[in-house]
């Protein structure tokens, strides 16, 4: 499902946080994945000449400005709600914080329901806290390495939305990726001029079916373009040619 035809709204939310460089590292990422409605309970000043602005890129134009302060029961009681949380050494017997999903996971799961969901970020130094997340309907958690599986806030709120992406972006900075293979015809041109190639260097004979067929495999699962297949044909005919020229 693209972001054009995506049934879901995302606001993202902060509890108290307490730097504003931090909610303006959020605001810009929200800028960068398509999220622009931002809520924030009990927050520091914004100063808009203060770091939180400066932190921001071009979200000070929009998203930061726009911010609003709000509570988290108010949130609860309008959205889906996913919080975000370092689980280290958990397991099902700890029942607030387990079971979580993994970003990916989260988008997955969403894949197939119409939402209006938060996503919910915690204090910088001790994140959301239990009584907080047994408030939520779900929780997030980014694998990271066991011995320091503790993200900052920034980190954490800019690898979920990168991983929401498909509902929040319907275009890119990238170029299409989309590409149509060469025809057939076009590939089976390619392994006569390898089998030529082969013969043309005196490749051992015994060996050359074997060649030939991992050619053939290779280039199957690469699907390539009609220009790269006509760049390598062009390349093994004149390498077979140079190879009989000094043969003679």
Known sequence: MSAEESAHEFIVVVVEPETPGNVGTIARAMKNFGIYDLRLVNPPEL??????YGFAGHAREDVLPNATETTLEEVVAE???IGTTAVSHEDSTKHVRYPFKTPVEIADSLESVETKTALVFGREGTGLDNEELKML?????IPADHR??????GQAATILMYELRRFTVSETQLPDVERERASEEEIDVLYRFFDDLLEATAYREHKRAKTSQMMHRLIGRAHPTEREVATLTGVFRRAAERARDDRE
């Not at 309907?137 to 958690?141: G, R, S, T």
């Open 148 to 153: 320091y599986p503790v993200l900052n806030l």
């Open 137 to 141: 309907d779900e929780i997030c958690c």
């Open 47 to 52: 100063d808009p000449e203060g770091e939180a």
């Open 79 to 81: 959205y889906h709600t």
